[in-house]
């Protein structure tokens, strides 16, 4: 996988559909913006959801839970920090439903829920979107991988260089005329 992406889908709706990209649900018409606005995220990243707050918490249970062969699992420390927090499930639920609205516009998003989308609905559109506008949230949020390059990362050794490097480790450069010295 290549750490830079160029995304020319994103770049030719962008030109033929410059007002936005068309949603059509139960007969209504909206219209998305041509690139995800990054407000879409502010949920999540609210005081009130606290996501860094979740995942800081998530870590220190780890941290603290001592370390050898009986030391749990990091994924059982997210879960207890997700069940310490009760009121999660519709905090999740009014995030993504943010989200939404941020994305859609506060009037275009009441008359969406108007319709009463489904689970499927919202799964479907979730899907359409992150094929749309390209990215998922870990995509967006990814950091390069060093380790998964394409092209060359450093200058190939110049001959004159190469000739002069010992063989074994430790041993001195061999000089113009051939002898170590």
């Known amino acids: 996988m290549t750490a830079n992406v160029i995304d ?8 033929e559909q410059p007002e936005g990209m068309p949603l059509i649900f139960k007969g209504e018409d909206f219209l998305l ?3 995800l606005p990054v ?7 609210s005081d009130e959801f606290d996501l860094t707050g979740l995942i800081r918490d ?3 249970k ?3 839970s001592g370390e050898g062969d009986g030391k749990p699992s990091i994924a059982t420390a997210v879960t207890d920090t997700l069940f310490g927090r009760p ?10 439903f943010g989200a939404f609205e941020a994305l859609f516009g506060a009037e275009d998003y009441t008359r969406f829920k108007a319709l009463r989308p489904s689970l499927g609905d919202y ?6 979107l992150f094929k749309a506008y390209g990215a998922s949230l ?4 990814a950091s390069p991988d060093s380790s998964a390059s394409d092209g060359a990362t450093q200058k190939e050794t110049s001959e004159s260089i190469a000739s002069s490097t010992s063989e074994v480790s430790g041993d001195a450069p061999v000089s113009e005329g051939g002898s170590s010295e």
């Open 62 to 64: 780890y941290k603290a």
């Open 123 to 128: 799964q479907r559109l979730t899907s359409a």
């Open 8 to 15: 020319l889908d994103a770049a030719r709706r962008e030109v």
């Open 58 to 60: 998530a870590m220190a």
């Open 39 to 45: 407000d879409v995220f502010d949920p999540f990243l």
């Open 33 to 35: 913006p041509a690139e």
């Open 87 to 96: 009121s999660l499930p519709i905090e999740i639920a009014k995030a993504i």
């Open 138 to 141: 870990g995509e967006a949020f």
